[in-house]
């Protein structure tokens, strides 16, 4: 059965902090890995990484594959309040319409 | 920037009564997806749909529950006969194409509390 795992499940940082979010999978024949942010509601979808070692990066934020450790980093710079949030990672499912499988999220809370 | 809207926002209903939730998808996209997230625990994918029929559906879309595109627009989950275990946010998303490369987008959702 695929799986995606996320860590830590919970941080706490203070504003100013750098954080690093880690998630690792086991897919059949893997294809792509997304990265999501969910405040209160919706997922609102961040990356798509889909090759080993070529950063993506939006502002603060940045997120790298290893496909050979089969693992994704999302990093986030000087957090701000803001950025507290469930990040959610996700690759979708092999066979089938590609529907997303997501892990558990990492919840992070930024106190000023 | 084209988003998914879902309605209601917050449903409350009695065990054993049947809910519609309602979604309207991004206009240009063709492959409409609900997925559930009960408190606390991961989104699970629950069916998608393309071309006026199911493409794909999970173990949890069991018989209880339906899709539909009525019209042109909207895209709805039925719950026909809700029990308590129901009871979580339901998101509808959206895409373009089933591509491995395009990203779902994902409606506000609405919370289901089933008593």
């Known amino acids: 059965e695929d799986k995606v795992v996320q860590s830590p499940l919970s941080l706490v940082v203070h504003e100013g902090d750098t954080v690093t979010l880690n998630c690792s999978y086991e897919v059949t024949n893997f294809r792509s890995l997304l990265w999501y942010k969910q405040e209160k509601k919706a997922p609102t979808f961040l990356f798509m990484l889909?090759?080993?070692?070529i950063e993506k990066k939006s502002g603060r934020l940045s997120s790298i594959l290893d496909k050979k450790e089969l693992f994704s980093i999302l990093n986030i710079t000087a957090t701000q309040t803001g950025d507290s949030a469930i990040y959610l990672c996700?690759?979708?499912?092999?066979?089938?319409?590609?529907?997303?499988?997501f892990g558990t999220g990492t919840r992070l809370t930024v106190i000023p | 920037e084209p988003e998914v809207t879902q309605t209601p926002s917050h449903q409350v209903t009695q065990m054993g009564q049947e809910v519609i939730l309602r979604c309207v998808p991004i206009?240009?996209?063709?492959?409409f997806y609900w997925y559930r997230q009960i408190l606390g625990q991961k989104v699970e994918f629950l069916v998608s749909f393309y071309n006026n029929e199911i493409s794909e559906k999970s173990e949890i879309f069991d018989d209880q529950f339906s899709v539909e595109r009525p019209d042109g627009s909207n895209f709805t989950l039925k719950i026909r006969s809700t029990k308590l275990e129901d009871s979580a946010m339901y998101f509808c998303?959206?895409?373009?194409?089933?591509?491995?490369?395009?990203?779902?987008?994902f409606g506000n959702g609405t919370r289901l509390t089933v008593t």
């Open positions: 889909t090759s080993s070692g």
């Open positions: 998303a959206s895409r373009m194409t089933d591509t491995y490369n395009s990203p779902l987008h």
């Open positions: 996700a690759v979708p499912e092999y066979g089938g319409a590609n529907n997303l499988f």
């Open positions: 206009s240009n996209h063709l492959y």
